[in-house]
């Protein structure tokens, strides 16, 4: 394992489906992020899971949106009855804890098209 | 909410110019990160500073924190075709903030051969 992983890459959807992303973190990171990207910006915080207790969620994240870390390790990003201003791209990160400077790392993120 | 300002928006040069690219923010972080990103990749990390004044140098890349830890900068040196990309400043408040990154816009980044 030599990074963090996301699965899919790409998701097309039409409006009102839900779907549902994958992240595996470095293999030793306690500390796991989820991220959206529109084109054009920089990445917006979304959620924080530090193992598996969700500790902080940002207000972009709407009542149709929810993600766990069951076991500590994956994380999956679940989105309900998409929207087309959905589509973005998603993010995952993970980090150490008591690392020193919360270095965190990026998966290749997954681009959501909600048509 | 802290925010970050990152200037400019886009840069487009010749192979062998030198560029610098700015983030400024009114507040303090306790370290701040540089990463570059490729069109549909995700953001890889380039460096982290952490004290005020730090300076760090990756090859023809210099950053800089400033004194106060409220503004970075990033300066190449004689830019290649292989610099092109997306370059994104991130702080890291650090307290409560449970290590989540605050961004800047991105800076654009093109360099012609």
């Known amino acids: 394992d030599t990074g963090v992983s996301q699965d899919p890459r790409h998701k097309i959807t039409k409006r009102g489906q839900n779907v549902t992303f994958r992240c595996d973190p470095i293999s030793e990171h306690n500390r796991l992020y989820w991220y959206r990207q529109t084109l054009g910006q920089g990445p917006e915080f979304l959620t924080y899971f530090q193992n598996e207790a969700q500790l902080e969620k940002s207000r972009l994240l709407s009542d149709r949106f929810s993600a766990e870390r069951p076991k500590g390790s994956f994380s999956t990003l679940e989105i309900q009855r998409t929207e087309q201003g959905d589509s973005a791209m998603y993010l995952c990160a993970s980090s150490l804890a008591g690392s020193g400077y919360n270095e965190q790392f990026f998966g290749p993120g997954t681009r959501l098209t909600v048509l | 909410t802290q925010l970050l300002e990152q200037s400019p928006q886009f840069l487009s040069i010749q192979e062998g110019e030198n560029l610098t690219v700015y983030c400024n923010s009114s507040?303090?972080?306790?370290?701040l990160q540089w990463y570059r990103q490729e069109p549909g990749e995700g953001p890889v990390l380039l460096v982290t500073?952490?004290?005020?004044?730090e300076v760090k140098k990756l090859k023809r890349l210099t950053f800089q924190f400033g004194d106060a830890r409220k503004d970075s900068s990033l300066h190449i040196t004689a830019a290649q075709p292989g610099d092109t990309g997306l370059y994104l400043c991130a702080g890291y408040a650090g307290g409560t903030s449970y290590g989540k990154l605050t961004f800047g816009q991105g800076t654009i980044l093109t360099v012609h051969p």
């Open positions: 507040s303090v972080f306790s370290s």
């Open positions: 500073v952490v004290t005020g004044g």
